[in-house]
């Protein structure tokens, strides 16, 4: 760094741990700073505590359009955290993931194998905030569209510390958004699906089998893939079956 630039002392800090560390370990360091505030409260309190300190989250566009943070729900037993990709319009509306047309669809499919988000599944996505086409038309139904990489990557430590709070025993990622995010790939979907990943969790590192399938939503397009999600299933509860 130049040490005739004029900037705070703030962000020569920031530069200089940058530098020191490189981005990604000071980005871990974030995360697990967080992670050790609110480690002697159970995993209750510390996803509460979580969810206040992201409560009014405007690290990018989508929180000054959004109405409701999606933080995610389910059992805090569960067996698996399925991740979708992000809100849509009636997720915006009820501050809850999946329950559009695709969430009542995604529930059937977890109902095959016995799995439901009261008891035994909890549901999150990778960014937290309604991504829309024109968000001049806030209330236009249909106005969706995936989250871009910046998106996702501002929102990613809100995802990181919830799987190190949550601890999931299993990961099913629901489409390519969420495929490709956590497995750092540039495959799509039907590549990606159909063999368990080790996903290392992003502070500690403990490895649990990450499974990945076709978002509801692409089945609701093509019933064609329906064969493929329910052999995916098959996979999952041969999983559950051995934890
Ligand atoms: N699609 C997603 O990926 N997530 C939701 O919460 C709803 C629809």
Same mark, same amino acid.
């Given at each position: 760094m130049?040490?005739?630039l ?6 020569r800090?920031a530069?200089? @741990? =940058? +530098?020191?560390f490189? +981005?990604?370990?000071?980005?871990i ?7 050790k505030?609110g480690?002697?409260l159970? !995993?209750?309190?510390q996803?509460e505590a979580?969810? $206040?300190r992201?409560g009014n ?7 000054? $359009?959004?109405k409701k943070i999606? &933080?995610?729900? /389910?059992?805090? @037993?569960?067996?698996? *955290?399925?991740?979708g990709?992000?809100?849509g319009?009636e +997720?915006d509306?009820?501050? %809850?993931? &999946?329950v /559009?047309k695709?969430?009542? #669809? ?5 109902a095959?194998?016995? *799995?439901?988000r009261k008891t035994?599944?909890y549901?999150a ?10 968000p001049?038309?806030? @209330?236009?139904?249909?106005n969706?569209?995936a ?5 996702? &990557? ?5 995802? @990181?510390?919830?799987?190190?709070i949550?601890?999931p025993p299993?990961? #099913?990622? %629901?489409?390519?958004v969420?495929a490709?995010n956590? =497995?750092?790939?540039s495959?799509?979907v039907?590549?990606l ?10 502070v500690?590192? !403990?490895?649990?089998?990450?499974l ?5 939503a692409?089945l *609701?397009?093509? +019933?064609l893939? !329906?064969k493929?999600?329910?052999h995916?299933?098959k996979v999952l509860?041969?999983l559950?079956?051995k #934890?």
């Amino acid at each position: 760094m130049p040490s005739d630039l004029k900037i705070s002392a703030e962000v020569r800090n920031a530069i200089e @741990d =940058l +530098e020191l560390f490189g +981005e990604e370990s000071l980005y871990i360091s974030r995360v697990e700073e967080n992670i050790k505030k609110g480690s002697s409260l159970s !995993k209750q309190g510390q996803l509460e505590a979580l969810y $206040t300190r992201y409560g009014n989250c405007q690290n990018c566009a989508l929180g000054s $359009t959004r109405k409701k943070i999606v &933080f995610g729900t /389910g059992s805090l @037993d569960f067996k698996v *955290l399925a991740i979708g990709e992000g809100p849509g319009y009636e +997720e915006d509306r009820q501050g %809850l993931p &999946f329950v /559009g047309k695709a969430g009542v #669809l995604l529930d059937k499919i977890l109902a095959s194998i016995n *799995l439901d988000r009261k008891t035994n599944v909890y549901i999150a996505n990778i960014v937290k905030c309604h991504p829309m086409r024109d968000p001049a038309q806030p @209330d236009l139904r249909g106005n969706d569209r995936a989250p871009t990489p910046e998106e996702m &990557f501002s929102c990613r430590p809100i995802l @990181d510390q919830q799987i190190e709070i949550l601890q999931p025993p299993l990961i #099913l990622c %629901l489409g390519s958004v969420a495929a490709k995010n956590l =497995l750092n790939s540039s495959q799509g979907v039907s590549q990606l699906r159909g063999k368990v990943y080790d996903f290392a969790y992003p502070v500690s590192g !403990k490895k649990v089998p990450l499974l990945v399938t076709y978002h509801p939503a692409a089945l *609701l397009r093509n +019933e064609l893939l !329906k064969k493929d999600v329910w052999h995916d299933m098959k996979v999952l509860r041969d999983l559950i079956a051995k #934890l």
